[in-house]
């Protein structure tokens, strides 16, 4: 019998941070890392205006800096913005720890990007809290399906023990007029989650993101990604389902690619498992659907999608997975050779199964 003993210790915390946002929005703007979101900005320019020459100069010189700095001082630097929202503060922190040029160019930006992000804090600041909100409330309605997904979890991915912990998951800024959601785990217990307006049509879904996000945080520690850079670093590189920006670095990809299909695949099952969210619509006919309906080019584009991927690995593994589940079963070799069969035979098995099901209409 699963005990909720360990998983009472964990609890969720929704924050809105001016500092952290701030932070954010100027770093995103200098897109220099992978995960920065090109169409944020572009939205952002449409709505307040295009850079002016001191924004320009300084977002440039600050990205020569954020990209030169060790890793740990580039962490200590960011998480200044975690731990106050008064920028003097900031500001004298960042003096103690840079060379006075480095300095300089950080204070400088932030004081010229400030007028802009004052404009768009003030419209984002309602939505912020407004999402804040939904989720509270939604946590607490789901509160004994979270204690018991993350039971399983710790044991599917062979954690069981850890101490007491908050997660605190930081909303930032989102300034696309249509849905949209990214999330973030930073390590140190900490969250971003940058999503649209919640609605009713969307809140699972920021919800599933957010267990995305707790996996990567809670359960993929370093004994397992370790696991599993020894047994899929061999693996045939799945090219096809690899960015085409990362295929130079396709032997550290394929272990992410590994990752990510088996949190999204867990979570998604899971989620059946505890009837947390609807349901209701089949993967395949969701999928046949939105085939029926574009040209060629765009098929590829859904087909090599990675949400797609996530999603028919999803599909595939839910009787294995269950298995696991109910046997409390930790992940093994065998279970990751079963994700590697799909993955290898992707997407011919989709096309396969899109048939079958066909003939079954």
């Known amino acids: ?78 998480d200044c913005f975690f731990t106050t929202n008064n920028l003097l503060r900031i500001l004298k922190y960042f003096s103690r720890m840079l060379p006075k040029s480095q300095f300089s160019i950080l204070k400088d930006t ?24 939904i989720l509270k409330q939604k946590y607490l309605l789901l509160k004994n399906n979270f204690i018991s997904l993350i039971n399983k979890l710790s044991i599917f991915y062979g954690k069981k023990d850890y101490p007491k912990t908050t997660i605190e998951i930081y909303l930032t800024l989102m300034p696309l007029d249509y849905y949209y959601q990214v999330g973030v785990a930073l390590g140190n217990n900490r969250i971003i989650l940058s999503l649209g307006l919640l609605k009713n049509k969307n809140i699972d879904s920021a919800w599933k993101l957010i267990l995305h996000e707790l996996t990567h945080l809670l359960f993929e520690t370093k004994n397992y990604k370790n696991w599993i850079n020894k047994n899929t670093l061999k693996k045939r590189p799945f090219s096809r389902l690899i960015p085409i920006e990362n295929i130079k670095r396709i032997k550290q990809q394929t272990p992410l690619l590994f990752r990510e299909v088996i949190n999204s695949s867990s979570i998604w099952n899971l989620c059946k498992i505890e009837n947390i969210f609807s349901h209701n619509k089949d993967f395949l006919e969701i999928i046949r659907h939105k085939l029926d309906k574009t040209n060629s080019h765009d098929q590829r584009k859904i087909i090599f999608d990675l949400n797609t991927v996530k999603q028919y690995i999803a599909w595939k593994i839910e009787p294995c997975f269950k298995k696991y589940i109910f046997k409390n079963k930790k992940i093994d070799r065998k279970y990751l050779d079963k994700i590697y069969s799909f993955l290898l035979n992707y997407p011919e098995n989709l096309f396969r199964d899109l048939k079958q099901r066909r003939g079954q209409l």
């Open 1 to 78: 019998m699963v005990t909720n003993k360990t998983t009472e210790k964990i609890k969720l915390k929704f924050i809105v941070s001016k500092s952290v946002n701030f932070y954010f929005f100027i770093d995103n703007f200098a897109e220099y890392r992978p995960l920065h979101l090109h169409q944020y900005n572009r939205e952002i320019i449409k709505k307040f205006g295009k850079l002016i020459k001191d924004e320009k100069r300084t977002i440039k010189q600050y990205k020569n800096v954020m990209t030169n700095l060790n890793v740990k001082l580039f962490q200590n630097i960011r």
């Open 110 to 133: 932030f004081i010229v990007w400030r007028p802009r992000f004052e404009k768009i804090w003030k419209k984002q600041y309602p939505l912020l809290k407004q999402n804040q909100k």
